[in-house]
């Protein structure tokens, strides 16, 4: 699957439970608790609660946008191969001044 349809499907993952936890509180604060039971169930149906949540989505969904787009997620960007670097020369030879520092570390310490 392409990447940025993976990401994007991530993203929306990550929406829904705050997306319903956000409907549940308008809900709430919208009946009060006396009203009848067919009243808060239709509650739900609310257009204004919709309009709400879709504002609150677009928020989230431009942060989300910006995101993926500093992680690279656009079009123009080239994809990266997970590389397992290989030892080198050099890191060898700070493995061997590192343990020959230690004794003199701990001293200090």
């Known amino acids: 699957m392409p990447r940025r349809f993976v990401f994007g499907a991530f993203a929306a993952i990550q929406f829904l439970p705050p997306l319903a936890d956000e409907a549940r509180m308008i809900a709430r ?8 039971r067919w009243r808060q169930a239709l509650a739900g149906f609310n257009p204004a609660l919709g309009i709400i949540l879709l504002s609150g989505a677009i928020r989230r969904a431009g942060t989300a946008a910006l995101a993926m787009e500093m992680r690279g997620l656009t079009a123009a960007a080239a994809t990266s191969d997970w590389r397992v670097p290989r030892p080198e020369g050099r890191d060898l030879a700070f493995a061997v001044v590192a343990i020959a520092l230690l004794p003199a570390i701990r001293l200090l310490a």
Do not use: F, I, K, L
């Open 29 to 36: 604060a919208a009946m009060p608790g006396g009203a009848p």
